[in-house]
């Protein structure tokens, strides 16, 4: 497609079950974002990738989140033992190498953990 | 630490009103600003950005916005806004040498309701 898409876009889960969120970016575009908006705050970094660099897991707030990206294209965000403080909307973003010019967000996967 | 403040959480307006989002960073250095939008149900898009030049900065529907370096200040403004302004106004900043996007610092976010 044209544009980064993400999936599901809603997700509602039990509290300690596992979630895997997933992420397909625009074509072409070797950077990939996951970022996190939770109620009330601002966009809250989580981790990105870049190329076949180590990602940077540095926003990442707990063991139990992790993410991939195969092949340099698809990501899958995947959160374990999930929590209710979890409920956010997951936002994917990516874009052309190391741009600031601006991320391309997908429309985001809202889970809600309950 | 870096920092992004939007002064107004929720602001409300009548059509043809004029409108005007506060956005103030803290970082001493060169920056790059943004502005994005996100329209309800939709995903966030890039309204307008500010790298060099122009402090004037102009960009979709009508937006334009003012870097004051004096003030750390990326206001948002739009002269008359329309019933479809309504969302949700982001400001984010990052460091001229950050050489990525990770180092986005955004703002909370200001939520604009334009009433028919």
């Known amino acids: 497609g044209a544009g980064v898409s993400q999936s599901p876009s809603n997700k509602v889960t039990e509290k300690g079950k596992d979630v895997e969120l997933r992420c397909d970016p625009i074509s072409g575009h070797t950077a990939l974002y996951w970022y996190r908006q939770s109620l009330g705050q601002g966009l809250e970094f989580l981790i990105y990738?870049?190329?076949?660099?180590?990602?940077?897991k540095s926003g990442l707030p707990s063991d139990r989140f992790s993410a991939e990206r195969t092949g340099g294209s698809v990501s899958t965000l995947t959160i374990q033992r999930t929590q209710q403080e979890d409920s956010a909307v997951y936002l994917c973003?990516?874009?052309?190498?190391?741009?600031?010019?601006?991320?391309?967000f997908g429309e985001g996967s809202r889970l809600t953990v309950l | 630490a870096q920092s992004v403040s939007q002064h107004n959480h929720h602001v409300i307006l009548s059509e043809a009103a004029s409108l005007e989002l506060g956005c103030n960073y803290s970082y001493g250095g060169t920056v790059n600003l943004f502005w994005y939008v996100q329209y309800p149900g939709q995903h966030l898009q890039l309204l307008l950005k500010y790298f060099s030049g122009d402090p004037l900065v102009k960009g979709i529907k009508g937006f334009e916005a003012e870097f004051i370096k004096s003030k750390f200040s990326f206001n948002l403004r739009k002269p008359s806004v329309q019933w479809s302004d309504t969302a949700e106004y982001f400001c984010a900043v990052n460091a001229r040498n950050a050489g990525n996007n990770r180092k986005l610092i955004w703002g909370l976010g200001t939520s604009l309701a334009v009433n028919p």
């Open positions: 973003a990516s874009s052309l190498r190391f741009s600031p010019r601006g991320l391309f």
């Open positions: 990738f870049q190329g076949n660099s180590a990602p940077d």
